[in-house]
C-alpha cells in the first residue's frame, strides 16, 4: 500500500514539474526551418476528433508536397483530468484512457510522422467506424510489431506519457476549450480548424510553396460566410453518461477477459476478427439492457467440446474461466 502511495506521489509530482517547465516556455514546439508547425490535441474516443483526422488529416499526410512544409504534431490527451490519487479519468470512459494511451506509446516507439501516423489513423478510423474494440487488428494490418507499443502501455511508460501530454495541454495559453483543437505556428483556429490548410498556406514563409495553397487562394471561404462552428467535444461537458461509461468499462473489461481465453484455447477463436466482434456484440448485450444483439452468420457456433474446455479454463484462471463459460451459455441462450 505504502509503495502504490509512493509510487502515485512521485507521478503526481512529475505532472507538476512538466507543467512547470511548459508553462514557462513560450515555444513548445519549435519548428523546422521555414516549416508551419500545425499541432492537433484531440482525445481518441471524441468522434469528431476522429473525424478530424480520417477525413481532414489524412489529406495534410497524403499530399506530399504540402506535408513538406508542415512540421505536424500529435497530442493524444484532450479533455482527460488527472484525479488526486494520480489516476485518469477521460471524458468517454475507461477506453478512451486505454485509447489515448496506445497512441501515445505508438508515437513513442516509432518518432517518424510516416511511421506513427499510419497507425493512429487505423485505430481513428476504427473509432470513426464505431468498430474500435478491434484496434489490435491495426497491427496486423500495417505489418507492425505489436510488442514496443503493448510493452509501453502495459509496463506503465505509457502513464507517463500521458502525463507529459497532459501538462503540455493544460499549458495551452490561450486554454483549449474544446477538441479536435488545432493549433498553427502557436495560434488556436478555434472553429475554423476545419480550413487548417488555408491557415498553413498564409503562414509559410518559404519560397517552395505548394500546389494545394495555389488551390487554397482561390477557394479560401471568407471568415464571415464561414460555415457553422463544426461538431466538437467541449472541455467542461459532461458527455460520459452512466450508459457510455458503462459501455467503455465492460468493453474494455471484455476485452481483456476475452484476450485471456484467447491465450488459454487459441485454436477455439479462429480470427482476431471474430474476437474483436465478440466483445463488441457482447457489449450491445450488456449494455443496452437487451435491446438488440446481431450475430453475424458467419461466426461459428462454439460446440460442446468448449464446454469442457472452458471448465478446464475455470480452474486455470477463475475470472477468465467464469467468463468463457458465460461466453457460451449467453450465445446458446441467444441461439
Known amino acids: 500500500m505504502a509503495s502504490r502511495l509512493t509510487t502515485t506521489a512521485l507521478s503526481f509530482l512529475t505532472y507538476l514539474l512538466i507543467l512547470s517547465s511548459f508553462s514557462s516556455s513560450t515555444t513548445i514546439h519549435p519548428s523546422n526551418s521555414d516549416k508551419v508547425s500545425l499541432a492537433l490535441y484531440y482525445e481518441s474516443l471524441c468522434p469528431y476528433s476522429a473525424n478530424f483526422i480520417v477525413n481532414y488529416l489524412d489529406k495534410l499526410v497524403e499530399d506530399d508536397d504540402l506535408l513538406s512544409i508542415v512540421d505536424l504534431y500529435l497530442s493524444p490527451w484532450g479533455n482527460a483530468k488527472i484525479r488526486g490519487n494520480g489516476t485518469f479519468v477521460c471524458q468517454h470512459g475507461p477506453y478512451e484512457c486505454l485509447l489515448n494511451t496506445v497512441e501515445a506509446c505508438a508515437i513513442h516507439a516509432w518518432p517518424k510522422l510516416e511511421d506513427h501516423f499510419p497507425f493512429v489513423y487505423c485505430v481513428e478510423k476504427l473509432v470513426y467506424e464505431r468498430k474500435y474494440p478491434e484496434w489490435e487488428s491495426c497491427f496486423e494490418e500495417l505489418g507492425l510489431d505489436p510488442k514496443p507499443v503493448s510493452e509501453c502501455f502495459t509496463g506503465g511508460y505509457g502513464n507517463e506519457l500521458e502525463l507529459e501530454y497532459a501538462a503540455e495541454t493544460n499549458a495551452l495559453q490561450p486554454p483549449h476549450k474544446y477538441v479536435p483543437w488545432v493549433v498553427v505556428d502557436g495560434q488556436p483556429l478555434y472553429e475554423d480548424y476545419e480550413d487548417f490548410i488555408t491557415y498553413i498556406c498564409k503562414a509559410y514563409k518559404g519560397t517552395a510553396t505548394p500546389k494545394a495553397c495555389n488551390k487554397q487562394s482561390r477557394h479560401s471561404i471568407p471568415r464571415a460566410k464561414a460555415k457553422s462552428i463544426p461538431p ?104
Open 232 to 335: 466538437v467535444c467541449y472541455r467542461d461537458t459532461i458527455v460520459s453518461t452512466l450508459l457510455e461509461s458503462i459501455r467503455s468499462a465492460t468493453s474494455l473489461w471484455m476485452h481483456t477477459q476475452l484476450s485471456a481465453c484467447l491465450k488459454l484455447f487459441p485454436p477455439l477463436f479462429s480470427t482476431e476478427h471474430y474476437l474483436s466482434m465478440t466483445i463488441y456484440y457482447l457489449m450491445t448485450l450488456c449494455c443496452d439492457c437487451g435491446i438488440g444483439i446481431w450475430l453475424d452468420d458467419k461466426l461459428p457456433l462454439l460446440h460442446a467440446l468448449d464446454m469442457v474446455l472452458y471448465t478446464v479454463a475455470l480452474s486455470v484462471s477463475p475470472t477468465s474461466g467464469i467468463f468463457c463459460l458465460s461466453l457460451i451459455l449467453v450465445k446458446a441462450t441467444i441461439h
